[in-house]
């Protein structure tokens, strides 16, 4: 249970630096965007709707479903508020434990048939969704720097 355990482990690992979010994101960082520079929600959001997505067996997705609002609309007038964020967030943690824990062993090295631009495996499509979202990690850090916040903890 190699493959199984190290991916639940780090799937784990990721959604704990994503916790690190909501306590260290003021209202005022949390709101800010700018044409140029997405905002903290924005790269919050397409996070999750990313993890959300690629969790999932379908190649079809409508973005901006949970909130109504697209994550890349900079002046959104109704953006979800970060109570609201950390529960989609709460959800979709649910979501991907519970696939990866019903995976057998095999599953993990089983040919990619949905998300084929991920990798020949279904661990490929693991491993593309983690380095997805530790580049945005690094974008919301970025924001926070800018807004004079604290930056988020890796584990």
């Not at 260290?24 to 959300?52: C, F, M, N, R």
């Not at 709460?90 to 434990?97: A, E, G, H, I, R």
């Amino acid at each position: 249970m190699l493959l199984k355990a190290s991916f639940v482990d780090h799937f784990d690992r990721q959604f704990r630096t994503l916790d690190g979010i909501y306590p260290v994101t003021s209202d005022a960082a949390w709101s800010y965007g700018d044409p140029v520079v997405k905002g903290v929600w924005q790269w919050t959001y397409h996070v999750l709707e990313t993890i959300d997505f690629y969790m999932g067996e379908q190649v079809e997705f409508e973005s901006g479903k949970q909130f109504g609002v697209d994550w890349e609309e900079t002046e959104a007038p109704d953006i979800p508020t970060q109570g609201e964020m950390k529960a989609y967030q709460d959800l979709v943690k649910q979501k991907t434990s519970s696939i990866l824990k019903n995976k057998s062993e095999a599953d993990f090295g089983g040919k990619e048939t949905v998300f084929t631009w991920t990798g020949d495996i279904y661990a490929g499509r693991l491993m593309y969704l983690l380095r997805h979202t530790q580049q945005h990690v690094g974008d919301i850090n970025q924001v926070l720097r800018l807004v004079k916040c604290d930056t988020l903890t890796w584990h």
